[in-house]
């Protein structure tokens, strides 16, 4: 088996592991700077493609960044309003795209 490793060249996971460790600590560096940034245009994306799909008050919605170790968390609370309205307003909006135009025959 070691003739296989010699011939294939196999490296040592010990310098792999370290650069990932680099690549990781960069990450987090720039990740720390350019934080606020980023996550005021998350918040505003992710918004404008809830908003195509529901009527939402911008006074209902609660968004939140949690960074631990590891790990970075954003949570974004959105009030929906009640299926019933939604369902409603999805029914005329389906039924004025149904209705077949007057013909002048």
Do not use: C, W, Y
Not at 36 to 63: C, M, P, W, Y
């Amino acid at each position: 088996m070691s003739f296989l490793a010699n011939l294939f060249g196999r490296k040592s996971s010990a310098p792999i592991a370290r650069d990932r460790l680099q690549i990781l600590l960069a990450h987090e560096r720039v990740a720390g700077e350019g934080q606020s940034e980023l996550i005021a245009k998350l918040q505003e994306e992710i918004l404008e493609v809830i908003k195509r799909h529901l009527a939402i008050d911008q006074d209902k919605v609660q968004i939140k960044m949690d960074r631990g170790t590891g790990v970075s968390m954003l949570e974004i609370d959105i009030e929906v309003p009640e299926m019933k309205a939604l369902e409603a307003k999805a029914s005329d909006a389906t039924d004025k795209v149904e209705q077949p135009e007057p013909s002048s025959a």
